[in-house]
């Protein structure tokens, strides 16, 4: 089975203990021997969530300090007068005369700088798992606390904080001569209601966020809340299904919790119960044979998403709709709603009626929608590389804030959404490339741009090189991050910067299948598809936006194959032109990707191409019982042996025919 790493102290353990340091007034260090009365809102908003611990707190205080000046100020200062109460000037005046009735006795040349401060409210929390510090940070930094930081140098720990209104005023110095540059009594109750001021709106401010912990982190609250896995087993992706089937059986699968992937080389985590990691740890013999020997690693309090049973019991989350209605101002519609962008991110609708820099507003969707970005929707730009006008409305900040990941079918498509479109609506025609036997096959991507196609073809359907076109330098980027995170070989593809149209025709003819994915349509590119096809032919997959009058069905499915047999006449009379002879072309299937709009459809027509050639000896047939005519077709392309599965594997809907002669409609 491999090594295992031992857990170390379980989070509940340190969480309890740091609570129960808050309680006991001989281990408290602060002066008051506890908790400040105007952090306790706060601190108990924290400690709810069992996410969360609070390590030290501070609910803001004026202060009068005194530091020797020079070197090691800091080290020897005294605070001459402390209160979370606010300050008055006659107390300010008060602490400096005391201190300059002390420096009779300094030696000389001793001087002491004296300021009067205003310190912001503070806490430092402890986090089980750094997506927990996360959640708290955003929270805090959508409520205001812009300083909020975490610290990752042990445990997760967020320190609390907002330090714009932080008062630091030298009012003089004292020697052993007395008082110095201190200002007049009117001066100094000027400035001790500003410290008084700025401490009073602080407290505001932290009501505020004790309030935000409690609403927005509300899916940690209540004793016991899992937020986090005990434990997980991370395996390779290959043996864990068979890994938490047998986990399952001995009640070892923690239903709370969703496998997840688990560092690089598609390994992935599996949520373990106490029986599950006693289990793996004991080197049961039925989670052994699971493994088949491949290595395991126990990692304790793993960053593991709810399952879909854990977010129900959870309750249902406010919708964008439930939100705006908690705005006086904004008109509440059940239409306006979000849609899921891959695993986390949202996209909002162009006319919510929420301003683009309203911060807290957009957190508080991400929150709600449990993604980590929001993006305003909008229109493909109209600039022939159909960009992307998304606008990006809350992240999760650096800079891959706006970087969005699409899976489907094992294949991991990134992009960034301000720059590039992501065909959602396409995805069944992904799994239908994924899903092609093209193994050993060179193709010719002419649209390429994230991978769209090219992905599933060579991460799933054995394509052995890929040539791949796009102009777009958004797209490419996204391309070449997408081959290496997919795990595709730099020897098993080529990237073509530039016009398909200019560049594909300069490789010659190598191409055994050529994707031809641009809509409303790919016509531009078709001279360019039949200038790459091998000699010997290949298959053309030609997509286009078709529009049909209205009718029944079987209408529009004539109309379907109206348009896959124009396609392929089409190219065969581009081929005669360019390549000399006859070419035969055969329009062998037409694949309904979606609706593009009202009675114009999203099609793909397979087209196969090869030169015509003379007719073989007459009456000849194969094992599968097909005519010498089909023999001598497929010949280039499959074993004869062959022939009848590859034929009934493109049967579809609207198939009529392959290659003009078998009919497979039924």
Known sequence: MGELSTPGASWADARARALARLGDAALDRAPAGGVDAAAAPLVGAINGRAAYATTSTCAGRCAVYAAPAGAGRKRRGRWLFVSHDGVAGAAVGRAVAALAAEATAWPAGERWTVSLKFEPPIAHVRCATLAAARRLVRVCHASGWRETGCNLADVPTVAVRSTGAALDCPLGEVTRDGARHVPSAERLDFLAAEAARRLAAARVALDGLARAVASELGDDA???????????????????????????????????????????????????????????????????????????????????PPSRAARRKAGRRPSLADLLRDRSTAPASDRLRWTRLGDDAVLVPPDVPVGDGDGAFWARVARAAGASRVFRDAEIAPDG???????????????????????????????????????????????????????????????????YFALPLL??????????????????AALRRNLAANGVAESRYAIHVGDSSAVAPALGRVADRVSLGLTPSSRRGWRAACAVLKDRGGVLHVHENVRVPAGSAAADRARFEDWGRGVAESVAEILREARGGAWDCDCALVSRVKDYAPRVHHLVADVACRPRRPPESPGATCAAGLGADVLCDLSDYCTHSESFSVLHRVRQTHCKAIYGTVNIAN
């Open 222 to 304: 209540g004793p016991g809340a899992a937020v986090a896995a005990a434990a997980a087993v991370v395996v390779p992706r290959a043996r864990a299904k068979a890994v938490k089937s047998a986990l399952e059986a001995r009640g070892g699968f923690d239903k709370n919790f969703s496998v997840a992937p688990a560092g690089a080389g598609g390994a992935l985590a599996i949520p373990l119960t106490r029986a599950g990691l006693r289990a793996v740890e004991a080197r049961d013999p039925g989670v052994e044979a699971a493994l088949a020997g491949a290595a395991a690693t126990v990692v304790a309090a793993p960053d593991l």
């Open 385 to 451: 590389f159909r960009s992307s006008r998304r606008v990006l409305l809350h992240g999760p900040g650096g800079p891959d804030s706006s970087w969005v990941v699409v899976r489907e079918a094992g294949v991991a498509y990134g992009f960034d959404a301000t720059h590039t479109m992501f065909a959602r609506g396409n995805g069944s025609e992904r799994m239908r490339f994924g899903a092609l036997d093209a193994r050993g096959e060179t193709v010719v991507d002419l649209y390429a741009g994230v991978g």
């Open 459 to 476: 991460c799933r359907a054995g394509v052995a090189f890929a040539h791949c076109c796009e102009w777009a330098p958004a797209a490419v």
